[in-house]
């Protein structure tokens, strides 16, 4: 088994930053591709950024493209998400996933494990 532990999340102005983590431990060397996602309420879950193992190859959602970087630490067994130019559609809980797969996708269902979020919300 694999967990998931999010955080760095909280409140920030319009035009703010924010760094998130996604620790994994457990038998996190069964961790391949690695995404974020994020759900606002109201909203289904959406796909934010997704990394594959060796970080090389990256895929973001149209929404975030520009503003967002996806990052990983595979010998701290730690992903990343750098967040600039927030906005208040930005506001959603952020969840962390991780795949056995090497497949980098935006579909939830490809992702076998999950965190239990951190909430990011952007006053305007």
Known sequence: ??????????????GGSLRLSCAASGRSSSVYAMGWFR???GKEREFVAGIARRGGTTAYGDPVKGRFTISRDNDKHTMYLQMNSLGP???????????????????????????QGTQVTVSS
């Open 1 to 14: 088994q694999v967990q998931l532990q999010e955080s760095g999340g909280g409140l920030v102005q319009a």
């Open 39 to 41: 759900q606002a309420p």
């Open 89 to 115: 559609a930005d506001t959603a809980v952020y969840y962390c996933a991780a795949s056995g797969s090497n497949w980098l996708t935006r579909y939830l269902s490809a992702y076998d494990y999950w965190g």
